[in-house]
Antibody, heavy 117, light 111 residues
Framework: QVQLQESGPGLVKPSEILSLTCTVSGGSVRSYYWSWIRQPPGKGLEWIGYIYYSGSTNYNPSLKGRVTISVDMSKNQFSLRLTSVTAADTAVYYC???????????WGQGTLVTVSS | QSALTQPASVSGSPGQSITISCTGTRSDVGSYDLVSWYQQHPGKAPKLMIYDVNKRPSGVSNRFSGSKSGNTASLTISGLQAEDEADYSCCSYAGGSTFVVFGGGTKLTVL
């Protein structure tokens, strides 16, 4: 079965770039939508965006201009890049496969990213 | 503030039924039958429980059901069990530039 695993730094300084990678195993990124979703401590889930395997993307308007999602089919991975981070970007970041834009399954285990100097 | 409104908490006793509401607008919940529900235990990733308003993925108990009326979607859990204690979040397609919105989550306590 398909499994997803996030990786990347757990601590990022304010104004710097948050970069995370999601490695897909047991399946290929050459189909489906691939998404990033985050959850600030004690708060609800927030959709960040998705990339389709063809390369088309769509992002949460509240993050537009700061977020980029890319896919590397040779490594079976997709990545998140969020620039100019602030403390408000502190959250558990999840990657997930989306069969359709509201069907997220499976999810990665999540990785906590803290923005602090 | 989340785009979809859910009660902060609900509770019920084992064997009872509970319903969690998810209120949006006619731009999201009210316009599309694309509502999903996720269960999340502490420290764990969310798990898909319901999609397309009322469909259950393979492996999800038939104690879980979904419905929608107007701008409000609902998740009903019947025959409450201790392991149902978790946070539940709704998600809806919103179209336009917003695309996808989540609710703030509801903590279910099994008394």
């Amino acid at each position: 079965q398909v499994q997803l695993q996030e990786s990347g730094p757990g601590l990022v300084k304010p104004s710097e770039i948050l970069s995370l990678t999601c490695t897909v195993s047991g399946g290929s990124v050459r189909s489906y939508y691939w998404s990033w979703i985050r959850q600030p401590p004690g708060k609800g889930l927030e959709w960040i965006g998705y990339i389709y395997y063809s390369g088309s993307t769509n992002y949460n308007p509240s993050l537009k201009g700061r977020v980029t999602i890319s896919v590397d089919m040779s490594k079976n991975q997709f990545s998140l890049r969020l620039t100019s981070v602030t403390a408000a970007d502190t959250a558990v970041y999840y990657c997930a496969r989306a069969e359709q834009l509201t069907i997220y399954d499976p999810w990665g285990q999540g990785t906590l990213v803290t923005v602090s100097s | 503030q989340s785009a979809l409104t859910q009660p902060a908490s609900v509770s019920g006793s084992p064997g009872q039924s509970i319903t969690i509401s998810c209120t949006g607008t006619r731009s999201d919940v009210g316009s599309y039958d694309l509502v999903s529900w996720y269960q999340q235990h502490p420290g764990k990733a969310p798990k898909l429980m319901i999609y397309d308003v009322n469909k259950r993925p393979s492996g999800v108990s038939n104690r879980f059901s979904g419905s929608k009326s107007g701008n409000t979607a609902s998740l009903t859990i019947s025959g409450l069990q201790a392991e149902d204690e978790a946070d539940y979040s709704c998600c809806s397609y919103a179209g336009g530039s917003t695309f996808v919105v989540f609710g703030g989550g509801t903590k279910l306590t099994v008394l």
